[in-house]
């Protein structure tokens, strides 16, 4: 898409949510996301209750002072009782969590863990290391009228649980990006 094309898609993104959007960040697939998506099939294969999606996807993150719609594609892993764990490739050659969301019926059941130590060993199988990762904590899981609250500093601390450092923002400014190095630094 050229930039009159994604000046229309955010005209009619604020027509249709009410929504005003500063920018379109759009990532490419990068080597570590290619590779993930070759090896997701079979790594499914042994599940009986967990089911994957691959799909392009536009996401709107609020950054603190501003909302960014992200175009990326996706891989996403589904538990029967709608919740899910999705990732997308990042700018760089990593991957980005882009979505966490645990079933209102069963929080503080550790389906959220169960979650993510799904999605490290589907890494850790099929690259042979995790790779480094990155997500947006925002105060929330969705966007606009579909929002579910979650506090950005329990969500900091959720995925400080996994070695998730902070890199940019604070609580304080509604926006939290963190990261997670890659197993081959972490062993260093």
Same mark, same amino acid.
């Given at each position: 898409?050229?930039?009159?094309?994604?000046?229309?898609?955010?005209?009619?993104?604020?027509?249709?949510? @009410? /929504? !005003? *959007?500063?920018? #379109?960040?759009?990532?490419?697939?990068?080597?570590?996301?290619?590779?993930?998506? &070759?090896?997701? +099939?079979?790594?499914?294969?042994?599940?009986?209750?967990?089911?994957?999606?691959?799909?392009?996807?536009?996401?709107?993150?609020?950054?603190?002072?501003?909302?960014?719609?992200?175009?990326?594609?996706?891989?996403?892993?589904?538990?029967?009782?709608?919740?899910?764990?999705?990732?997308?490739?990042?700018?760089?050659? @990593? /991957? !980005? *969590?882009?979505? #966490?969301?645990?079933?209102?019926?069963?929080?503080?059941?550790?389906?959220?863990? &169960?979650?993510? +130590?799904?999605?490290?060993?589907?890494?850790?199988?099929?690259?042979?290391?995790?790779?480094?990762?990155?997500?947006?904590?925002?105060?929330?899981?969705?966007?606009?009228?579909?929002?579910?609250?979650?506090?950005?500093?329990?969500?900091?601390?959720?995925?400080?649980?996994?070695?998730?450092?902070?890199?940019?923002?604070?609580?304080?400014?509604?926006? #939290?990006?963190?990261?997670?190095?890659?197993?081959?630094?972490?062993?260093?």
């Amino acid at each position: 898409m050229n930039q009159t094309e994604d000046v229309e898609l955010l005209e009619i993104l604020k027509n249709e949510t @009410g /929504i !005003e *959007i500063k920018k #379109v960040i759009r990532i490419e697939d990068n080597s570590v996301f290619n590779e993930l998506l &070759k090896g997701v +099939e079979d790594y499914t294969k042994s599940f009986t209750t967990v089911r994957y999606t691959r799909m392009a996807m536009n996401s709107i993150v609020g950054t603190g002072d501003e909302n960014v719609l992200k175009i990326q594609n996706s891989i996403s892993f589904h538990f029967p009782d709608s919740s899910m764990i999705r990732i997308s490739p990042d700018e760089n050659d @990593g /991957i !980005e *969590i882009t979505r #966490v969301f645990v079933n209102p019926n069963h929080h503080r059941v550790g389906l959220g863990t &169960k979650l993510m +130590e799904l999605i490290l060993h589907f890494m850790e199988n099929t690259l042979g290391y995790i790779p480094t990762i990155q997500l947006e904590c925002t105060g929330g899981i969705g966007f606009g009228q579909h929002q579910i609250q979650m506090p950005i500093l329990d969500q900091m601390k959720f995925f400080v649980k996994f070695d998730f450092e902070m890199v940019q923002g604070s609580s304080h400014d509604g926006y #939290v990006k963190m990261k997670r190095k890659s197993s081959n630094d972490l062993a260093v």
